[in-house]
């Protein structure tokens, strides 16, 4: 072992649950995976041939937490411009479809469902049938 602790090992009290902890805290763990870096996928902008294009290479990488603070922040800004796109097409989607209605004048029949999941959360989902030409 690495160090001198002297750790419990009865199986039926212990397991190696507490061997495993020691390893992951102890200071002195030569394979101490602090500052270790990790394998990764970067995509990397290449202009070799000429042309542009995106390259994909296996890199390695450190965690950082201030720049992945930064990359969440970006990934919420990010997702809430898609969450506008998906709005505006919605509102642009739902003007055809009274149109449509509007001008075949056709019946429409709807039918609606209900459920809760079990984290509890309640939705509900509303269908239009129609008939068209086609």
Known sequence: MH??????????NNGTETMKNHIIICKLNPKSLK???LLGLGRFYSVDDGEGHDV????????????MKRDVVEMIIIDETMAK???????????????????????????TDSWTS?????????????????
């Open 3 to 12: 160090c001198k602790k002297v750790l419990c090992a009865n199986s039926r």
């Open 35 to 37: 500052n270790q870096k």
């Open 56 to 67: 994909t290479k296996l890199t390695t990488w450190k965690f950082d937490h201030n720049a």
């Open 85 to 111: 796109l998906c709005y505006d097409i919605y509102v642009d989607e739902k003007v055809v479809l009274k149109n449509y209605f509007k001008e075949s004048k056709q019946r429409v029949s709807f039918t």
């Open 118 to 134: 079990q984290q509890r959360v309640s939705f509900m989902s509303l269908t239009a049938h129609y008939s068209n030409k086609n």
